[in-house]
Structures are given as structure tokens and as C-alpha cells.
């Protein structure tokens, strides 16, 4: 594996704490954590510098990291999306409420876990 080249690494770590701050956005208020997650501009920007860079992290480790930070983003606008469908329901609400949750929960989950790899400097798994 090739080594990436440190400016890669900061713009990593930039997409981590774009992702981070807009899930600091949707803990502090009315929104929720994944919604802030998914329609947030930080996510908005950082998904964009994910498919900008991602062909700089060829060969690095770094490439697992977009791979996972790409998926994020896109597989928490898919349980957004669930989520609102069955909010369309009233028999719906409360399923939805709990999708939302757990993918806050989850999106938070990735992020950390994401960001202490980079940190560490190895690939996600």
C-alpha cells in the first residue's frame, strides 16, 4: 500500500469533522442527528470533497476511509427516506421516530469509529 500524502490526510480528517460538526448541529438543536447528518451543509460539503478526493486516495489506505464515509452519508439518507415514509403513517410515527434514532445513533457510531482509525492511521474495516 502506498502511503498517502499528508495534505490527503488533513482533507480526511476535514471530511471527519465536517460529518462531526453536523452531528454536533443535530444533538444542540431542534434537529434531529441524522437529518442534520444528511441535509446539513457541513455533510453536503464533506460528501463532495469525499467524491472530489476519493481518486487521490487510490492505493492508500486512505481509500477505505472514503469508501466509509461515502457510504454513510448515503445509507443515513436511505433510513432518512425510511423514516419519512413510514412517518407518512400514523400507525407509522413511532417506528419512524425509532429509525430516526437509531440512525443517529448509528451515523454517530461510524463516525467515531471512522475517525479514531484515521487516528490511527489504518484503514476502516
Given at each position: 500500500?502506498?502511503?498517502?500524502?499528508?495534505?490527503?490526510?488533513?482533507?480526511?480528517?476535514l471530511?471527519?469533522?465536517?460529518h462531526?460538526?453536523?452531528?454536533?448541529i443535530?444533538?444542540?438543536?431542534a434537529?434531529?442527528?441524522?437529518?442534520?447528518?444528511?441535509?446539513?451543509?457541513?455533510?453536503?460539503?464533506?460528501?463532495?470533497?469525499?467524491?472530489?478526493?476519493?481518486?487521490?486516495?487510490?492505493?492508500?489506505?486512505?481509500?477505505s476511509?472514503?469508501?466509509?464515509q461515502?457510504?454513510?452519508?448515503?445509507?443515513?439518507?436511505?433510513?432518512?427516506?425510511?423514516?419519512?415514509?413510514l412517518?407518512?403513517?400514523?400507525?407509522?410515527?413511532?417506528v419512524?421516530?425509532?429509525?430516526?434514532?437509531?440512525?443517529?445513533?448509528?451515523?454517530?457510531?461510524?463516525?467515531?469509529?471512522?475517525?479514531?482509525?484515521?487516528?490511527?492511521?489504518?484503514?476502516?474495516?
Amino acid at each position: 500500500m502506498v502511503e498517502p500524502a499528508p495534505s490527503l490526510y488533513r482533507v480526511t480528517n476535514l471530511v471527519y469533522a465536517l460529518h462531526g460538526l453536523s452531528i454536533l448541529i443535530g444533538i444542540s438543536t431542534a434537529a434531529t442527528v441524522i437529518g442534520a447528518f444528511v441535509f446539513g451543509w457541513p455533510s453536503i460539503i464533506a460528501v463532495i470533497i469525499n467524491y472530489v478526493k476519493r481518486d487521490d486516495a487510490r492505493g492508500t489506505y486512505l481509500e477505505s476511509h472514503f469508501r466509509w464515509q461515502i457510504r454513510t452519508f448515503w445509507f443515513g439518507l436511505l433510513w432518512c427516506a425510511i423514516g419519512g415514509m413510514l412517518f407518512a403513517t400514523i400507525v407509522g410515527i413511532p417506528v419512524a421516530l425509532v429509525v430516526w434514532i437509531g440512525a443517529g445513533l448509528w451515523a454517530i457510531y461510524r463516525i467515531v469509529r471512522g475517525w479514531m482509525a484515521l487516528w490511527d492511521r489504518r484503514p476502516v474495516a
